[in-house]
């Protein structure tokens, strides 16, 4: 017979997340009753991502693989196919009304009009839903620890309200002519629908495809028109684009915003919540202080 510790151990439910941010989820809502692998760890790009040996190992134990769909994970169905196993795939954007690139927007001609963007979380009354999405898995799957995992999960819904009302208040001290902030890739429209912000950036809601020249010479051409202050750098992203973007037009690097992915423990975004703290705190700092929208004040 096992030891108490091993036999508790073993008795946890069996949790595959495909990304840092859904493995934080998954977390919250599970608490100590679950064992929450997570497949792309932290600063990882999910958009693009070669599986490993280990990740068809923890598909094959798992009960519950908790993915975001739509068109993030391309990866995936590969992957749960050879592992084997019989884990119920959770979709934790169901019920999320799906943003689609509208055509024109964004900057190049061939961004994939029509394709859905699949960074829904970060809207935060849309992690709300992935949250319910994910307590309701767990609660079919393991209907023994149903009143933990509702419980956990209405405790963490309650901290996202906060946060979304956090967000608002925050970015409210921005004027709304203020709020125009250049991204790398366009992570951030489900962001920008949801706190009135424009969004900009060289490359598209993927990271498969590279930006050309002509989409790094529009927004160039862009941030001058517009006097655009400050451009942000991610964490899954090489900075070289940023950099070279921010000396050409001579708007700042405003800092660092994450958005696929949370950082390791000791780095600015290890949960959800730090994340989009930090997301917001970095944009309020760079707009506040914005010297060419000042000095274009001063001119009109
Ligand atoms: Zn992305």
Redesign the pocket.
Known sequence: MLPAAAQQEASKLKVVATFSILGDFARNVGGDRVDVTTLVGPNGD??VYSPTAADAEAIRNARLVIVNGLGLEGWLPRLVKSSGGNATTVVATRGIVPRKVAAGEGLSRDRGAGSVD??AWQSVANAEIYVANIRDAMVAADPTNAATYRANASAYLAKLTSLDHEVRKALATIPVERRRVIST?D?FGYFAAAYDIMFMAPQG???ETEPSARDIATIIAQIRKEKIPAVFLENISDPRLMRQIASETGAAIGGTLY??SLTGENGPAPSYIEMVRHNVRTIVRALANSPALSSRVIQE
Do not use: E, K, R
Request: glycine residues 0%; hydrophobic residues 25%.
């Open positions: 999910v958009h699949p960074h890739h992570a809601v993927s990271t958005s696929d």
